[in-house]
């Protein structure tokens, strides 16, 4: 429960800002807004000031801002967005994207001042717990319920109990007891817990008996007055490594039609923002952080319905020297977003069927 009010606080605040962002520069520029929404209708209550009818309702994910003019309506009116130049219509579409990722970059900037994780170097790292860092799918580990992050402090098998002061350790410990039940005793952030698990006899090739990567985990703090340049520079690096994420995974749709990685819908957000924070504040907030990198990258993809598909139409406007029939604009990304959220209902049902 504490997880579902989270993630519903953590989204609605990522797509206020993005919102925001059309607000705020549509209304630098002198374009019209008509309506700011917190939240998804049906309306609660509405109040009107300046102009703007600013609504509150019932659905929380979220919020909507709606421009006058960015359906066709209003064309000669200089009130309106479609009668203004392309690259203030540019500016408005792009403002939600750059917002996320100011966001993204707080978010980083706050993280290294608490602490981001990183692998420790060398074994002999004192005070520094061995940590679970990887975990290969349906091994002895995945069906105990391990997770990333999850620290070992002792295991125990017969009569015999090891508290772990190393990787090796732990391998030898395993391998001393392959083929016979074997408990572990985790930490995970707060929490203490056992599991028990078999270390398999015979191994598949590229795996250990339980299925585990090991490592030392510890947490780089970075001093206030530098956490603006690590929060830009974690940013710029998980722009590339997402943005490399989304191509490999559009090029392989094209090439077998099969994604390489796994896509996550609603489900599995929320499992992955549950699995963050049982591990602490800085993993969460790092979370955060990627997630609203992820909307900024996702909404910009020329995929009709999201701004990244405007901004598509406004390149065929300035490559054809003249707009594109509003009525064939609005169609196309009326019949994107069916698509898009047919996807997600997709993506969603196979997160369903993933945890049964």
Do not use: C
């Not at 070992?152 to 083929?179: C, N, P, Q, T």
């Not at 520079?233 to 077998?256: K, Q």
């Not at 790092?286 to 997630?291: K, P, S, T, W, Y």
């Amino acid at each position: 429960m504490v997880t579902l009010f989270l993630i519903i606080i953590v989204i609605s605040i990522l797509i206020l800002v993005h919102e925001w962002g059309h607000f705020y520069s549509a209304r630098r520029l002198g374009i019209k807004v008509e309506e700011f929404g917190f939240g998804f209708p049906p309306k609660v209550f509405s109040r009107v000031k300046n102009g703007i009818t600013y609504s509150f309702n019932l659905l929380p994910f979220g919020g909507f801002v709606k421009i006058f003019g960015e359906h066709g309506e209003g064309e000669g009116d200089q009130d309106s967005f479609i009668s203004r130049p392309a690259w203030q219509r540019f500016v408005i579409l792009g403002a939600g994207v750059f917002m996320n990722l100011v966001l993204a970059w707080v978010f980083f900037s706050a993280g290294s001042v608490a602490g981001v994780p990183r692998l420790a170097e060398g074994e002999n790292v004192s005070g520094i717990p061995v940590s679970i860092i990887g975990i290969m799918p349906d091994s002895p580990a995945d069906k105990a319920g391990i997770k990333f992050g999850d620290m070992i402090l002792e295991m125990r098998a017969r009569d015999i109990s090891l508290r772990i002061e190393s990787k090796d350790d732990v391998r030898d410990f395993v391998d001393a007891y392959r083929g016979e039940e074997i408990t572990m005793a985790l930490r995970r952030g707060e929490e203490i817990r056992e599991v028990t698990l078999k270390p398999r006899v015979n191994i598949p090739e590229g795996e250990g008996p339980i299925g585990v990567a090991l490592g030392r985990i510890e947490f780089v703090k970075t001093p206030w007055y530098l956490a603006p340049i690590e929060g830009g520079r974690v940013l710029v690096r998980t722009v590339s490594a997402i943005v490399l994420g989304f191509w490999e995974l559009i090029r392989e749709l094209a090439v077998s039609g099969r994604a390489p990685v796994a896509v996550s819908g609603p489900v599995g957000i929320f499992f992955m923002a549950d699995d963050t924070r049982s591990l602490g504040f800085t993993y969460f907030i790092q979370f955060v952080g990627i997630l609203s990198v992820n909307l900024a990258i996702l909404n910009f993809l020329p995929i009709p319905a999201l701004d990244g598909g405007r901004v598509l139409f406004l390149a065929i406007e300035k490559i054809k020297g003249s707009r594109v029939s509003p009525r064939i604009e609005n169609a196309v990304h009326a019949v994107g977003f069916v698509l898009f959220v047919f996807l997600m209902i997709l993506i969603t049902y196979r997160d369903v069927a993933n945890i049964f």
